[in-house]
């Protein structure tokens, strides 16, 4: 009986002992070329407030330089040197009367009226004394025309008007109410 149970039980140990030495193999996981993207949240704008400030104080230098109206004529071009990516100059004069906007033109030389009015008039208390950010909710003409919560900076440029640029930070929570935040400093 011996003799029967030895062969079953010699193949038994070699085939447990063939099938650990190919677990214990050495064997090298392929490595991803580059780590997957790290999402993005909606509400964060993908230009810093330090370009956004950036982009508006080399517009009020180009006002100062060139002159109002040449200069008002560069930021409503929307192939001008004013509409980088999602930012773009806009023009108001302190009485509400839009003065250069590249993305909506056929408001040029109109008073902002409604709830743009509220906004345009809130935003232009903002900066009368120098500069300011503001947050407000405007649609975004690139996203479907989607009301959307927007962070601007707007700078004087002279007793009469003013100019600003702002970046879409999301979805509008809520009413979606047009609303002005007037934050001096972020």
Same mark, same amino acid.
């Given at each position: 009986?011996?003799?029967?149970?030895?062969?079953?039980?010699?193949?038994?140990?070699?085939?447990?002992?063939?099938?650990?030495?190919?677990?214990?193999?050495?064997?090298?996981?392929?490595?991803?070329?580059?780590?997957?993207?790290?999402?993005?949240?909606?509400?964060?704008?993908?230009?810093?407030?330090?370009?956004?400030?950036?982009?508006?104080?080399?517009?009020?230098?180009?006002?100062?330089?060139?002159?109002?109206?040449?200069?008002?004529?560069?930021?409503?071009? $929307? &192939? =001008? /040197?004013?509409?980088?990516?999602?930012? #773009? *100059?806009?023009?108001?004069?302190? +009485?509400?009367?839009?003065?250069?906007?590249?993305?909506?033109?056929?408001?040029?030389?109109?008073?902002?009226?409604?709830?743009?009015?509220?906004?345009?008039?809130?935003?232009?208390?903002?900066? $009368? &004394? =120098? /500069?300011?950010?503001?947050?407000?909710? #405007? *649609?975004?003409?690139?996203?479907? +025309?989607?009301?959307?919560?927007?962070?601007?900076?707007?700078?004087?440029?002279?007793?009469?008007?003013?100019?600003?640029?702002?970046?879409?930070?999301?979805?509008?929570?809520?009413?979606?109410?047009?609303?002005?935040?007037?934050?001096?400093?972020?």
């Amino acid at each position: 009986m011996r003799r029967t149970l030895l062969p079953p039980l010699l193949v038994l140990i070699l085939f447990t002992l063939a099938v650990a030495a190919g677990c214990a193999e050495n064997r090298t996981l392929p490595v991803p070329a580059t780590p997957p993207p790290t999402p993005v949240s909606p509400m964060m704008p993908s230009v810093s407030n330090e370009t956004l400030v950036s982009f508006v104080d080399h517009a009020v230098a180009y006002a100062k330089e060139q002159g109002d109206q040449r200069a008002l004529s560069e930021f409503s071009n $929307r &192939n =001008g /040197s004013f509409m980088q990516g999602e930012l #773009y *100059i806009f023009a108001y004069g302190y +009485n509400g009367t839009t003065l250069a906007h590249p993305i909506n033109p056929e408001a040029i030389g109109k008073p902002r009226e409604g709830a743009n009015a509220v906004f345009v008039k809130e935003m232009a208390e903002t900066v $009368r &004394n =120098g /500069s300011g950010f503001y947050r407000y909710v #405007y *649609i975004n003409p690139r996203d479907n +025309n989607i009301l959307e919560s927007k962070l601007g900076y707007g700078r004087q440029v002279a007793d009469d008007w003013w100019l600003g640029s702002g970046v879409y930070t999301g979805p509008v929570n809520g009413t979606g109410t047009a609303t002005v935040t007037s934050l001096k400093t972020l």
